[in-house]
């Protein structure tokens, strides 16, 4: 268990990266849980308003994660790249803190917050860089340190802002705190990550439509969709399990806030334990397994007729989440092994089409069956993905033979 730790603290950009890395899951806690009632209580915006711009935004986000490492591939310096993000970061948030009107909410959500969300697929393909000494394995097992610190900030977070905000008469602090989080991750880039940290694995770069050919390419963009069926599930489950839970269980709306919160601590332990097993089975066996658990607790979601069952399923649901949220991380990158931005970039890509997929998931869903009956056609899926991966897989191995 404190391998992972020792091997993150024995490398400075790595320790960097790491601090960096939860205060950016820190901005990120502090403000979504009140994103959709700011939008639409406190600034008027429609519920089909409030959708398009959050589609639009992710859209904004995709593709300048991409551009961002392409860019940063070429000029051989995430640092720079980073140090933009967090400023982009600080100026958004503050923006639509100071200036609350839908005008600046819209395009500090559209123009600014998505660019600081870059920082997240920067900061792994500066740790990729950072990590040419140590084995593939070492590598997987501080991705796996380094994505915890999200989930630690989700655990710590949204409990503590929201007791900061309650009795306040509007949300918008939560805004200065996310703004507060990008500045500290400002400050941690100047004072703590390395100015000669250079990523040896670019081999200068590519150009920007080559590149988006090699992403656009069946053997990366198949795989990817692929894992994006993995992902799915938990973009369903975030919004089956409120309704499942204080519907059919009979729950409250505190119950979905203690589930959520021992799920997300779950989920920083059993990251580092997944770690661990890919340092002695294959990613992609590891990601199975996580499927199959993440599936299993789905399945057994949908069967659920009181509260008690689903805190039961707390555990099951942590240990698939975890390898679902930490593991595909390093199998996009490696995808594009060769170039650390634009393989990081894959996991923007693969957030934003499994985002789709599960909105897409909860429509069919919920038009043909109930909420349970979603939950059951979202394990189907993520099992379909992991089977298309080991298809894929087998018929790699089969054609280099």
Same mark, same amino acid.
């Given at each position: 268990?404190?391998?992972?730790?020792?091997?993150?603290?024995?490398?400075?950009?790595?320790?960097?990266?790491?601090?960096?890395?939860?205060?950016? !899951?820190?901005?990120?806690?502090?403000?979504?849980?009140?994103?959709?009632?700011?939008?639409?209580?406190?600034? !008027?915006?429609?519920?089909?308003?409030?959708?398009?711009?959050?589609?639009?935004?992710?859209?904004?986000?995709?593709?300048?994660?991409?551009?961002?490492?392409?860019?940063?591939?070429?000029?051989?310096?995430?640092?720079?790249?980073?140090? =933009?993000?967090?400023?982009?970061?600080?100026?958004?948030?503050?923006?639509?803190?100071?200036?609350?009107?839908?005008?600046?909410?819209?395009?500090?959500?559209?123009?600014?917050?998505? =660019?600081?969300?870059?920082?997240?697929?920067?900061?792994?393909?500066?740790?990729?860089?950072?990590?040419?000494?140590?084995?593939?394995?070492?590598?997987?097992? $501080?991705? @796996?340190?380094?994505?915890?610190?999200?989930?630690?900030?989700?655990?710590?977070?949204?409990?503590?802002?929201?007791?900061?905000?309650?009795?306040?008469? @509007?949300?918008?602090?939560?805004?200065? $705190?996310?703004?507060?989080?990008?500045?500290?991750?400002?400050?941690? =880039?100047?004072?703590?990550?390395?100015?000669?940290?250079?990523?040896?694995?670019?081999?200068?770069?590519?150009?920007?439509?080559?590149?988006?050919?090699?992403?656009?390419?069946?053997?990366?963009?198949?795989?990817?969709?692929?894992?994006?069926?993995? @992902?799915?599930?938990?973009?369903?489950?975030?919004?089956?399990?409120?309704?499942?839970?204080?519907?059919?269980?009979?729950?409250?709306?505190?119950?979905?806030?203690?589930? *959520?919160?021992?799920?997300?601590?779950?989920?920083?332990?059993?990251?580092?334990?997944?770690?661990?097993?890919?340092?002695?089975?294959?990613?992609?066996?590891?990601?199975?397994?996580?499927?199959?658990?993440?599936?299993?607790?789905?399945?057994?979601?949908?069967?659920?007729?009181?509260?008690?069952?689903?805190?039961?399923?707390?555990?099951?649901?942590?240990?698939?989440?975890?390898?679902?949220?930490?593991?595909? =991380?390093?199998? *996009?990158?490696?995808?594009?092994?060769?170039?650390?931005?634009?393989?990081?970039?894959?996991?923007? *890509?693969?957030?934003?089409?499994?985002?789709?997929?599960?909105?897409?998931?909860?429509?069919?869903?919920?038009?043909?069956?109930?909420?349970?009956?979603?939950?059951?056609?979202?394990?189907?899926?993520?099992?379909?993905?992991?089977?298309?991966?080991?298809?894929?897989? *087998?018929?790699?191995?089969?054609?280099?033979?």
């Amino acid at each position: 268990m404190f391998q992972p730790l020792s091997i993150v603290l024995r490398s400075a950009p790595i320790r960097a990266s790491a601090l960096t890395i939860f205060f950016f !899951g820190f901005a990120g806690a502090a403000t979504s849980p009140y994103m959709s009632l700011i939008g639409i209580r406190e600034l !008027g915006f429609s519920d089909a308003h409030y959708s398009l711009l959050i589609f639009l935004a992710a859209v904004v986000n995709v593709s300048a994660s991409i551009l961002a490492g392409i860019l940063s591939d070429r000029m051989g310096d995430y640092r720079r790249s980073m140090l =933009i993000a967090c400023l982009f970061g600080i100026s958004g948030y503050g923006l639509i803190f100071f200036i609350p009107n839908a005008s600046i909410f819209v395009f500090a959500m559209l123009c600014m917050v998505p =660019i600081f969300g870059t920082l997240n697929s920067l900061i792994f393909a500066q740790v990729r860089a950072s990590s040419k000494d140590v084995s593939a394995r070492e590598l997987v097992t $501080i991705n @796996s340190a380094i994505r915890s610190m999200i989930s630690l900030s989700w655990v710590l977070v949204p409990g503590l802002v929201g007791f900061y905000l309650a009795g306040q008469k @509007s949300m918008l602090p939560a805004f200065l $705190i996310a703004a507060l989080a990008c500045a500290a991750c400002l400050l941690l =880039i100047l004072t703590l990550l390395p100015r000669d940290v250079t990523p040896s694995a670019t081999n200068g770069g590519l150009a920007i439509f080559a590149a988006l050919k090699i992403v656009g390419s069946p053997q990366v963009l198949l795989r990817v969709i692929a894992v994006s069926l993995v @992902s799915a599930m938990m973009h369903v489950n975030a919004a089956v399990l409120p309704l499942v839970v204080t519907g059919r269980a009979h729950g409250t709306s505190a119950d979905v806030g203690n589930i *959520v919160g021992i799920v997300a601590f779950l989920e920083v332990v059993f990251i580092i334990f997944w770690g661990m097993l890919e340092r002695r089975v294959t990613s992609l066996g590891a990601l199975a397994a996580g499927t199959v658990f993440y599936g299993a607790y789905l399945i057994l979601l949908s069967f659920v007729t009181d509260t008690s069952q689903v805190y039961a399923l707390t555990l099951l649901s942590g240990l698939g989440a975890a390898a679902i949220i930490s593991i595909p =991380i390093t199998y *996009v990158q490696n995808l594009i092994a060769d170039r650390a931005g634009l393989g990081s970039s894959l996991i923007a *890509v693969n957030v934003f089409i499994s985002g789709g997929l599960g909105s897409l998931i909860f429509a069919i869903g919920t038009a043909v069956s109930d909420y349970a009956g979603t939950a059951l056609l979202a394990a189907l899926v993520g099992l379909a993905g992991i089977a298309l991966l080991v298809f894929f897989d *087998v018929r790699e191995r089969a054609h280099s033979r």
